[in-house]
């Protein structure tokens, strides 16, 4: 078969050629896989810590290749590569310290105090499928990848085939950290061909992309019975408070809704503004937006890079377009910026948005965002949570209000304070998608579990519970009803 060409779209240079991969070359990996999990499973979990940490501190001393492949594939900000390095970096850390405690056997409370010693074990699930998409694909290859071979499997990883030279970066650090061969491998290819056949070979797979492929590939691990989880799209919205510090807010909002130019699962969408804030906000922010600096540069000047490609920049602007035919009016950008190259458009502001315009429900996934002014905090949350979608959300006010009002959001993440990223580098709690968004959880105790299954040992101890010779069943209901009600009293 013909290769996959590689391509920057920011620059237009050719980056390399990568070899698409067919359905047997694939169910080829996966066998290979299946033996390299049998030992990878035996090895120490000490040592699989240390090959993690190894890992970690490559990242952060090789990261200037990393930068600039990551900025010549996507085309995005050095910043918003930056996010990718330390994301995989703090993902290592953890996995390589939360593994071993979670793969630990653990003493559950027996069916009877004493006389029943129950423990929960974990083995890994075998071998795990990931699907990775192209905004962010250094680190939504390598970090899926991470938790699942800390907890002992091997992975077999399709990347998005415009962004196929991050993943096997990732593969490539993760050997030269001592990870044995065949428990890290990239297939590439398209996702009809190899994505397809790992959906159907996977013990469990892991997906980040469309809510459409999601569903696709759901249907797939259902008829399987094969664990899935996948992250699906979002429209997220951002609310500020009257009381938000107005000083911290605009960088802080500009950076919510432009970060890897808006190509983010958990950027912002959609701000909902206080009326009492509206009139200092609004006009501080869209000059925020229209002084920001795009370029194609591989340093930290710019505060935007591209978009993926010249086809996705066409999708937006004709979102854009729709919604300003519908009667929107465009407090900044809103057109392309052919002079940088085909890929880039301007960080775009919105208001008066209709209902109707596809742009006001669906995600844009590109730098653009939509204002709107509301009465109240009510009108907000209510606004925010009339989604199909809930991935994550962001609040700016003072900490308690923030609090508060996060409470009351339908989203698996939320910020106060910050656009996306303290709550996803909170590595210890779950993110995942509640609707649209997706199923299952990465990040946090689940994260990890999921690529294992339980099981549960219970030794019972002098009598059996469901009766034995020695005792009639009429004495052992009356004994067991006994320990039952007194069961009620010290057991809770
Ligand atoms: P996509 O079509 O779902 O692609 C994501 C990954 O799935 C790619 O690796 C793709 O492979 C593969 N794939 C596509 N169809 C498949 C199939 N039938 N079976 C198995 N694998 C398949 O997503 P996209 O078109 O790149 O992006 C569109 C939308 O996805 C965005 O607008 C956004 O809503 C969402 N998205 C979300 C995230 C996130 O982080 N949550 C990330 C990216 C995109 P190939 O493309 O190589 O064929």
Redesign the pocket.
Known sequence: MSPITVTSPSSGDHLGEVAEHSAAETTAAFVAARRAQRQWQETAVTRRKQILLRLHDAILQRQDEILDLIQRETGKSRASAFEEVMDVAITARHCAYAAGRLLAPRRARGALPILTRTRVERDPVGVVGV??????PFS?AASDAIAAIAMGNAVVL?????TPLSALKAAELLADAGLPEHVFQVVT????V???A??HECDYLM????????R??AAIAGRRLIGYSA????KNPLIVAPDADLARTVPGVRAACFSNSG????SAERIYVHRDIAERFIPAFVDAVASMRISGGLDWEADMGSLISAQHCERVAGMVDDAVRGGARVLTGGRRLPDLGPAFYAPTVLADVPEDAALYRE?V?GPVVTVEVVDSIATAIERANDTRYG?NASVWAKPATGSRIASRLHASTVNVNEGFSAAWASMDAPMGGWKD??LGRRHGAEGLTKYTESRTVAVQKVASISGNALVPPETLAKTVTLALRWGKRIIR
């Open positions: 699907i990775a998409p192209w905004n962010y939504l399709k990347p998005d085939s415009q290819g398209s996702g009809r190899v994505g397809q790992i959906a997906f980040t992309g469309s809510t459409a492929t999601g696709e590939l992250e699906l799209g979002g190509q983010l699962c958990i995600e996934f991935l968004s997706g």
